[in-house]
């Protein structure tokens, strides 16, 4: 979902741009977000972007691979042309008055805000995402639109709604930024970038995210991927395997036989495994009971879903929380 604003409307001039890098972020986003304006400077063989690294406080922000980016506090900076925010984890702890508080002072003066990653968790935290539309990364969407009532949550790889931009993650970052360069700078330009990174396909705003890449599968297997698709959007109501073959107006026996052909499983195995991954992640990444974790992945009744737990990873809930201290 796109609402274009002056940044992405083609200009000759160069953005000055400012990226806050706050504890636990991502290298990978970290990386998705800088390396395309590097690139987009050396095949153009100008400044196109020219960036500056901030950090919270002015102490080293230390990304979750252990490196560490030495930076000034957010405070200092007193104007930019685009802002990109890059968080992970600990996003609450990552808040802090004195975060918020320069990212309103900076929404002021910005063209451009943009959150990667938990980056969006933050920029709603300072209330700048009241009344837009936003994502986040899938795997905190739900708690993020029960968080944010006053934001319209979507499961959009990116999105820019007004002068804020949002990513998903590393992968829609690269494909946000090369968007950025492409409408900026032109298409020719992005595809270059696009090519030095052999990255390929370029991904639209719009695109679901999805738990399984089902890139590869689509152009052979489209029925699986768009059985896929269907899955990831039931995971809390999950839906029958008749209902998603009737959808795309095959028999559950014809939909069975693409998916072992596919995936060599079933769609039955397929969706089960799905549920079961959101529940671990909602189990080592939350503090929510056995009883909601159930429910939010399907589960009527909770011993049902200690077994299936069990019997899929092992271990119970419990022993998991344990184990990861």
Known sequence: MKSE???FLPSPHGLSTAVLVLDHSNTLSFAAAVDPMRAANRRAGQQLFDWSF????????RLTSGVEINAPPISTLDK?????????FDL?????TAVLASLRRLAKTSKAIAGIDGGSWILARAGLLDGQTA????????AFAERFEHVKTVRDRYVISGKFITSGGATPCIDMMLHL??????????????????YDPVHAAEKPQGLIATAKLAPKYPRVARAITLMELHIEDPITITDIANEQSITPRHLEGQFRAALNATPKSVYLSLRLSEARRLAG????????????????SQASFARAFKSAFGHSVRVLRQNNG
Do not use: K, M
């Open 5 to 7: 604003q002056d940044i």
């Open 54 to 61: 901030y950090s919270a406080e002015g102490v080293p922000a």
């Open 80 to 88: 930019c042309d685009l802002l990109i925010l890059i968080a992970g």
């Open 92 to 96: 609450e702890h990552q808040a802090s």
């Open 135 to 142: 994502t986040t990364h899938w795997e905190d969407l739900e």
């Open 181 to 198: 360069i492409g409408s900026r700078f032109g298409h020719d330009l992005s595809q270059r970038v696009a090519n030095a990174f052999i």
């Open 285 to 300: 990444d939350t503090a929510q009971s056995v009883q909601e974790i159930a429910l939010r992945t399907g589960f009527n």
